[in-house]
Each structure stands twice: as C-alpha cells, then as structure tokens.
C-alpha cells in the first residue's frame, strides 16, 4: 500500500494566486513527521516545511503553510501569492518512528506545478 | 558554508560496467542516506549510515549496489555489474542527527547503456 498518495500529476496556477497541493499519508505510528520537498528542473530537493504529528498548530514558513488534518490523515501545501519561480516538482514525504533506518523519508510521486502569467 | 556535493553529477556507463558515485556531507552531519529517484518517480530509500555504520540497507535493490562511508564523512555508493535499470538519478542528503531536517544533494544522474 502507498504510504504516501499525492492524486495530483499536474497543477496549474495563475502568478499571485494561492494553490493547494495535496498529500495523504498512511501510518499505524503515533509519532511522525511530514514534510514537502521543492525539486525544480536543475535536480536538487530543497526543503520547504514540516509538520510533526503532535504539533497542534499548523506548521508556516513564509509562502508556504501545511494543512494537517490528522484525523483525515491528510497533509496539503498551500502556497500563497504563486511566483513564477514556483514552478517545479513538489514531493510530500513522511518520516516514520526512528528504527534501524534512522530518519529515512518516505516520498510520494509528486505534483509537477506551473505557474503561469 | 557548503552543502552537500556528488560527483559526478552524470555518469553514463556501458551495461556490465562498474561504477562509484561519491557523496561529500555537510561537515558535521552524523546522519547520511542515500536515495534513487527514477525518471518520475519520488526518491527511494536506499541505505542509512549513522557516522561510519551502516545501520539500515534494507532499499539496496540487489547485491550488486554497495556502500561505504569508512571515516563517517565522505560516502560512496558503488553499483558492479551495472543494468539498464539502474539508469536513475541517485540522491545522497545529510542530517545533524537522526531526527533532523535532510539535506540533499544535487544527484548524479546514472546512464546505463
């Protein structure tokens, strides 16, 4: 089973406006972190924000807030005011409980975004 | 400071070839992983170092695909006998500790022929 789904091959959003992409996640653990990675055309995956799963409030940073509904499992990026630099590949990923394999991500398939003028 | 490099960043090899991909960690970084990210596709976990041991190899797909990091720095991830499916872009990303933020890398993109 996947455990991390984003349904959303591709966005589109006009500069300025605001765009939701979605991610939901599958996990028996109680501790856990979510987070959403920016991977443009030139390869590397930086990092935008993260939500542990007991934080109570959403996590922001800057442009970018994460919707965490926990009960539903769901863990959406809003992105405000888009700007053309937003265009590129988005990755949600989940860290589950510390084991052997330390803090490895789980990643999604990702959602190729363009922003258009 | 600087972020984590590999080199190179594209290697194209012949099928049956060996090769080595290196990965230069954030100083300091205790944690390092690598990832192969297929074309459209999100990264996979590969293998999990904590300074110099190996604690996780478990997304190494076959034994053909070894690593290393024999000094709990620089790593390097080899592939024998290289196939047409290894072509993929692989991922190397630090942390501080194990329960912090990862860093990546720019990848080295694989071509096997």
């Known amino acids: 089973a996947q455990k991390i789904t984003q349904t959303q091959p591709g966005m589109f959003v006009q500069e300025k406006e605001a765009v939701t992409l979605d991610c939901t996640y599958d996990t028996s653990d109680q501790s856990y972190g979510l987070f959403w990675y920016k991977q443009p055309s030139s390869g590397e995956m930086i990092f935008l924000i993260y939500?542990?799963?007991?934080?109570?409030q959403n996590a922001t940073e800057g442009r970018y807030s994460l919707n965490f509904q926990k009960a539903r499992k769901s863990a959406n990026l809003v992105i405000s005011a888009s700007q053309l630099g937003d265009s590129a590949m988005y990755f949600c990923a989940m860290r589950e409980a510390p084991g052997g394999g330390g803090n490895k991500l789980t990643f999604g398939t990702g959602t190729q975004l363009k922003v258009e003028l | 400071g600087a972020g984590v490099s590999q080199s190179p960043r594209y290697k194209v090899a012949k099928r049956g070839q060996d090769v080595a991909l290196r990965c230069d960690p954030i100083?300091?970084?205790?944690?390092l992983f690598w990832y192969q990210q297929a074309l459209g596709q999100g990264p996979e976990f590969l293998t999990y170092?904590?300074?110099?041991?190996?604690?996780?190899k478990s997304g190494l797909p076959s034994d053909r695909f070894f690593a290393e990091r024999p000094e709990g720095s620089v790593s390097t991830l080899k592939i024998q006998r290289t196939q047409q499916e290894d072509s993929a872009v692989y991922l190397c990303a630090s942390s501080y500790d194990r329960g912090n933020e990862q860093f990546f890398g720019p990848g080295t993109r694989l071509t096997v022929l």
């Open positions: 170092f904590q300074n110099e041991a190996q604690l996780d």
């Open positions: 939500q542990g799963s007991y934080d109570e």
């Open positions: 100083s300091g970084h205790v944690s």
